[in-house]
């Protein structure tokens, strides 16, 4: 259907009919909840003859289309984002006016698809929407969990995790079971290799379990382009032939599992079964499947490679290029170098961290006992791989520390490059660590393989969905070819001096403050005032991200204000959100303290309301949508060569908040844009950080004693400041002094104040404040996640646009 030609009234009728065919009421009596069913059912039949046409269209064409294989895909809320690149966001908006309905609480009344953790989940699917954006064929593939991630609640101070029912009584309405698309994944069993008539050796199974893999496809829609893509998750079921094998409901749970629930991140890295059979079950599903549909189009397997790009988003579908390997061995019979070179070719590998206890490992006997048959090509992989290292005369230490099968574990990053044509980080500096450093054996191996691709967001989401008025002032200072064509926010750095532009910009952060402080208010119970500065860090919890550091300098703050309440500051509001891994004891204490602190501080009414700390709870893409646009300060303060790249940061600099940072990640790029003027850099650089691990010689002891400010302020977490957290804080005081902190805060502390000061003497010149924010807002388009993916179906996969 041409949605151009839509009109309001053709919608309002479309709408009361469907709400009349499928909830057989009218709207005045309609829930939000089962507005939001209607309106995204009417839109589905909007756009499916499109999303047809595009699957027969690229398979007519015999185009090269890439899949992004993906544990984790986090598209939060898709309501507007599906309106907005269909082109009727506002049409829709307005229609609901006229119905007397609040558009805000049917957008409401979908709950956020959260199959993912954070980073990584939304990264892949912000490539979703830009590769359907900028028109590249290229499909999601991943698991359709039942439970996201955990819901999370405060309790007493307390993060307690709840599973997240996404599906709830709506279920998913974007998406669409595949049928004919189902295929089998065998798991278990023994396997034995046989000749058969042919003389050719064919694997033979014993008592595998055999189960069915069940596709559900969900639209990705290009912005405002005619152009739908599909994400693919699966789901498992057991196959009717199979039912007996099942007996009792303990049988059929154990199946069921297997898309339960996703994993949370705890950035250590822990071999559970479960999550092996994950990870197995969506890669194998997914490369079938792209093995059958390449065949239909009559062209020879061992060429696949020409047509196929397949994509392995972290190590977590690291397992592919094996996978591949058996699928065109045991299933289609190439030989082994045919099949080989094409699988080289065909895989391309991400790597998102260089933390070395994330790295995935598998115990081999784990993996031999739940994929035998993949075991065995893992090992003649790894077998062929130290002969032909070894006859070309390398290192034996080398050919040792790059192999995949050693110390009785399957190290799935060696798998991944050594079984595909590319390696990438997802910053400059990450991709330099790499090669410098985590992955430096390979890079003298396949120094070709390695390149970088600076992540980048989905600024549509962040701009026009996210902060309206901000959108509004854009449309009224630069004109709206912008939201077509990012590059033009460039031109915002012509206003930077005129003074009408810069208060107007100001008011508009001033509006997303009062609806944030609103939220607060509603949620809380806080009273936080709009002429403070907020400023903000939201993101997951981890040691290496240094929420710590934050916490530590609002304890001088309070502390200093204590001493001299009338010390002359901006007020502050410090807004956090953040989960931690349900196993990850640090991390929750630090949520814990951040709670206190803040039942300190906020009932203290000697400081005055200089002073206020809030932790929104269950953090999410759709609280990010609250949040982001309404900070005046981003916090990105991870110590240095430690956060791959960061997206966040992006967000914020796109909603005009000014980055107080690290040189980590892809602040680094942030700056190099903004110039030093526009952002706030402070701490160790990565060579810094580098020279204590070569020289052994950070002593935060020392640090503690010979600097009275940190003393006191790491005191207080001992002797009484903060009530109700003892044990927490004795664990914190402990990691910083007795296990001699980690992370390196206590040294970064001093130049963090200094930083901090400087944020408030800025403050107070709104003008200038106004300007950097302007500047922010203007170079951040160089951080469009359709230009990386852009580099990605270039440089990478090699695809071409047909349209
Ligand atoms: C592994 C094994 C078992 C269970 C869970 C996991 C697991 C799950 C998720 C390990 C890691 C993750 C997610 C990692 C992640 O989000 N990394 C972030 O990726 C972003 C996108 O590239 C970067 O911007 C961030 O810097 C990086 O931390």
Do not use: C
Request: glycine share 6%; hydrophobic share 40%.
């Amino acid at each position: 259907m041409n949605l151009e030609q839509l009109s309001k009234e053709q919608f309002i009728r479309d709408f009361k009919d469907t709400l009349h065919e499928e909830q057989l009421i009218k709207v005045a009596r309609a829930t939000p909840a089962e507005l939001f069913t209607t309106l995204a059912k009417l839109i589905r039949r909007y756009y499916t003859d499109t999303w047809i046409d595009r699957n027969h269209k690229l398979s007519e064409n015999k185009e090269k289309v890439a899949y992004y294989f993906s544990i984790e895909f986090l598209p939060g809320r898709m309501l507007e984002t599906n309106l907005l690149n269909l082109g009727i966001l506002d049409l829709v908006k307005e229609s609901f006016e006229e119905l007397n309905v609040d558009f805000q609480e049917v957008v409401e009344a979908e709950h956020d698809m959260a199959l993912g953790n954070g980073g990584l989940g939304r990264l892949a699917a912000a490539f979703m929407d830009s590769l359907a954006t900028t028109g590249y064929p290229g499909f999601g593939n991943g698991l359709r969990y039942q439970y996201g991630l955990f819901k999370q609640r405060i309790v007493d101070g307390y993060q307690v995790e709840l599973p997240d029912s996404w599906f709830g009584s709506i279920g998913n309405v974007w998406e669409t079971r595949k049928d004919h698309d189902i295929v089998d994944v065998k798991l278990f069993g023994d396997v034995y290799l046989q000749a058969d008539q042919e003389g050719r050796i064919v694997p033979v199974y014993h008592n595998a379990q055999l189960l069915h893999a069940v596709p559900y496809d969900v639209p990705q829609i290009g912005f405002e382009n005619g152009v739908i893509n599909n994400l693919r998750l699966w789901d498992v079921e057991i196959p009717e032939a199979y039912e007996l094998d099942y007996p009792t409901i303990e049988d059929r749970r154990r199946v069921q599992d297997i898309t339960a629930v996703l994993y949370p991140d705890d950035s250590n890295y822990e071999g559970k079964q479960l999550r092996l059979i994950q990870e197995y079950f969506m890669t194998s599903a997914g490369l079938q499947t792209i093995v059958k549909s390449y065949l239909k189009q009559g062209l020879p397997l061992e060429n696949i490679h020409e047509k196929v790009s397949v994509h392995i988003n972290d190590t977590h579908p690291a397992v592919a290029p094996a996978e591949f390997m058996r699928i065109l061995l045991d299933d289609y019979g190439l030989t082994w170098d045919a099949a080989w070179e094409t699988t080289v070719q065909t895989m391309s590998y991400t790597n998102h961290t260089i933390l070395s206890e994330a790295l995935e490992k598998w115990d081999a006997e784990l993996f031999k006992k739940v994929l035998p048959r993949v075991y065995q090509v893992i090992l003649e992989i790894d077998h062929r791989f130290v002969s032909n290292l070894a006859k070309q005369g390398y290192d034996s230490g080398l050919i040792e520390r790059t192999r995949i099968v050693k110390d009785n574990q399957i190290h799935m990053a060696n798998l991944a490059i050594i079984g595909g044509h590319s390696v990438n980080g997802v910053a400059k500096l990450h991709t330099d660590l790499l090669k410098e450093d985590t992955l430096h054996d390979f890079y003298t191996l396949y120094p070709e393989k390695f390149n970088n691709k600076t992540n980048g967001i989905v600024q549509r989401r962040w701009t026009q969905i996210a902060a309206p008025e901000l959108s509004q002032a854009l449309d009224e200072t630069i004109g709206k070819d912008w939201r077509k064509d990012i590059h033009q926010l460039d031109r915002l750095v012509e206003f930077a001096n005129d003074d009408t532009v810069l208060d107007h910009f100001y008011q508009v952060k001033k509006v997303a403050k009062e609806r944030l402080a609103r939220y607060i208010r509603e949620t809380t119970g806080i009273e936080v005032s709009t002429d403070a500065i907020f400023d903000v860090q939201v993101k997951r919890l981890h040691a290496y991200k240094r929420q710590l550091l934050n916490v530590l300098h609002i304890l001088k703050l309070y502390l200093d204000l204590k001493e001299n309440p009338d010390k002359d500051m901006v007020p502050r509001v410090f807004i956090f959100g953040a989960k931690a891994a349900p196993g990850y004891h640090f991390a929750k204490s630090v949520i814990k303290l951040i709670n206190e602190i803040a039942n300190v501080v906020n009932n203290d009414s000697s400081l005055q309301g200089k002073l206020k700390v809030v932790f929104l709870e269950n953090y999410r893409v759709s609280l990010a949508e609250l949040i982001i646009p309404a900070a005046d300060v981003s916090e990105q303060i991870s110590l240095a060569s430690k956060e791959a790249s960061g997206t966040s940061n992006m967000k914020f600099m796109m909603t005009g908040a000014i980055t107080l940072a690290t040189l980590d990640g892809a602040n680094i790029e942030i700056k190099d844009e903004v110039g030093d003027d526009n952002i706030i850099i402070f701490g160790m650089d990565k060579d810094a950080v580098y020279s204590h691990y070569e020289n052994h010689d950070y002593y935060a002891r020392g640090i503690y004693e010979s600097n009275p400010t940190i003393r006191r302020v790491v005191d207080s977490f001992v002797n009484g400041t903060i009530p109700n957290a003892q044990s927490e804080g004795t664990e914190i005081y402990e990691s910083l002094i007795t296990h001699n902190d980690e992370y390196f805060l206590l040294e970064d502390f001093s130049a963090y104040v200094a930083a901090q000061e400087k944020i408030d003497a800025l403050y107070r010149d709104q003008k200038l404040w106004a300007r950097m924010s302007l500047m922010n807002i203007a170079k951040s388009h160089k951080f469009t996640s359709d230009d990386t993916i852009t580099e990605y179906a270039e440089d990478i996969w090699q695809l071409t646009k047909n349209e």
